[in-house]
């Protein structure tokens, strides 16, 4: 599976931005699909995940209710909606795809743990 992610950049705080990841190589209504970030000195974190069929999403409460993942398996992209954003969304956005089986309770970790990655988007939220 390659995935490749676009849409990153440098916005006011309050503002928005909507990521996008292609992937390749793999049915994509066969892969669970996530984003997850690194901010500058922090440990990755889990950002919003969507099952194969998009019939269920996740978020930390951290960007619940600002951040929406959706999918169009037509286009075998992803998308992450970003609203009010904050200068401490600032980090590496990192879409991630697992091809596992997987149950509401371990999909964030199976993404977690996936090989499958894409290159990185950098998100910029200045105050």
């Known amino acids: 599976v390659q995935l490749q992610a676009s849409g990153g950049g440098l916005v006011q705080a309050g503002g928005s931005l909507r990521l996008s990841c292609a992937a390749s190589?793999?049915?994509?209504?066969?892969?669970?699909m996530g984003w997850f970030r690194q901010g500058p000195g922090k440990e990755r974190e889990f950002v919003a995940a969507?099952?194969?069929?998009?019939?269920?999403?996740y978020y930390p409460d951290s960007v619940k209710g600002r951040f929406t993942i959706s999918r169009d398996n037509a286009k075998s992209t992803v998308y992450l909606q970003m609203d009010s954003l904050k200068p401490e969304d600032t980090a590496v956005y990192y879409c991630?795809?697992?091809?596992?089986?997987?149950?509401?309770?371990?999909?964030?970790?199976?993404?977690?743990?996936?090989?499958?990655r894409g290159q990185g988007t950098q998100v910029t939220v200045s105050s």
């Open positions: 991630k795809a697992t091809t596992l089986d997987y149950t509401d309770y371990d999909f964030i970790r199976i993404l977690y743990d996936s090989q499958y």
């Open positions: 190589g793999r049915t994509f209504s066969s892969l669970g």
């Open positions: 969507i099952t194969r069929s998009g019939g269920d999403t």
